[in-house]
């Protein structure tokens, strides 16, 4: 299982753009990248997925290098309702099943 | 509202007792993952099943165990509960296809929050 690790707590001014790094040494080749965010007493929202280089949707970019050891979640212009924390989760593999691991997260807070 | 469907959603219950928690996935998907998360912990993938069989088994307790029944839903077993297992506990659900490259987003339910006294 690849192991990520990702810093536990960042703080950010409104307005601000917000990058969070998640390592993953180890990560398989059939292996996704994908980013979840979860608030309090709630269960975690899918934010955005990706293999290699990068991904862009209205929520949040995505940026792997190519060595794909690492991951970058991009957030623009932050807002208090973006407090909450990030989960980095790398998984995959073959035979149609998969094997999952989430990191302790990075709890983001959005300060006014 | 992620379509993934959790029952019940506060539980109170005792030490030494059993309790069950129940999860209907969205329409379609095929695959159930279980997952705790106790106060300042992250979450701990407890087991998955996909249309019907075990596949994948994470931090599960002995004293825990699951199911998926032909209709999809699911149901996380809990027994001879201790005052650790107070926890949220949470089920999702994905489509889980086939094959390589596999890329498979998992839609998470509401929780259920159990409390051991």
């Not at chain 1, 979860?38 to 929520?59: A, C």
């Not at chain 1, 792997?64 to 998984?91: E, F, Q, W």
């Given at each position: 299982?690849?192991?990520?690790?990702?810093?536990?707590?960042?703080?950010?001014?409104?307005?601000q753009?917000v990058n969070?790094?998640?390592?993953?040494?180890?990560?398989a080749?059939n292996d996704?990248?994908t980013w979840?965010?979860?608030?309090p007493?709630q269960g975690p929202?899918f934010i955005i997925q990706g293999?290699?280089?990068?991904?862009t949707?209205e929520?949040?970019?995505?940026f792997i290098?190519a060595d794909r050891k690492?991951?970058?979640?991009s957030?623009?212009r932050?807002s208090l309702?973006d407090?909450?924390v990030y989960?980095?989760l790398?998984?995959?593999?073959?035979?149609?099943?998969?094997?999952v691991?989430?990191?302790?997260?990075t709890?983001?807070?959005v300060?006014? | 509202d992620?379509?993934?469907?959790?029952?019940?959603?506060?539980?109170?219950?005792a030490?030494?007792?059993?309790?069950?928690?129940?999860?209907?996935?969205r329409s379609g998907?095929?695959s159930?993952y279980?997952?705790?998360?106790?106060?300042d912990?992250g979450?701990?993938?407890?087991i998955?099943?996909?249309?019907?069989?075990?596949?994948a088994?994470?931090?599960i307790?002995?004293?825990?165990?699951a199911q998926?029944f032909?209709?999809?839903?699911?149901?996380?077993n809990?027994?001879s509960?201790?005052?650790?297992?107070s926890?949220l506990?949470f089920?999702?659900?994905s489509?889980?296809?086939?094959?390589q490259?596999?890329?498979d987003t998992?839609?998470?339910?509401p929780?259920?929050?159990?409390?051991?006294?």
């Amino acid at each position: 299982l690849a192991k990520t690790t990702q810093p536990i707590s960042m703080d950010s001014y409104e307005g601000q753009e917000v990058n969070i790094t998640c390592s993953h040494n180890n990560i398989a080749t059939n292996d996704y990248i994908t980013w979840y965010q979860q608030f309090p007493s709630q269960g975690p929202r899918f934010i955005i997925q990706g293999y290699k280089t990068k991904v862009t949707n209205e929520v949040a970019s995505l940026f792997i290098p190519a060595d794909r050891k690492s991951s970058t979640l991009s957030l623009p212009r932050v807002s208090l309702s973006d407090t909450a924390v990030y989960y980095c989760l790398v998984g995959g593999g073959s035979g149609g099943y998969q094997k999952v691991t989430f990191g302790t997260g990075t709890k983001l807070q959005v300060i006014p | 509202d992620s379509g993934v469907t959790q029952t019940p959603k506060h539980l109170i219950t005792a030490t030494g007792q059993r309790v069950t928690l129940r999860c209907s996935p969205r329409s379609g998907d095929l695959s159930v993952y279980w997952y705790q998360q106790s106060l300042d912990q992250g979450l701990q993938f407890l087991i998955q099943y996909y249309n019907g069989e075990e596949r994948a088994k994470g931090n599960i307790l002995e004293r825990f165990s699951a199911q998926q029944f032909p209709d999809l839903h699911s149901e996380l077993n809990l027994s001879s509960l201790e005052l650790g297992d107070s926890a949220l506990y949470f089920c999702a659900s994905s489509v889980a296809p086939q094959g390589q490259l596999l890329r498979d987003t998992q839609y998470f339910g509401p929780g259920t929050r159990l409390t051991v006294l």
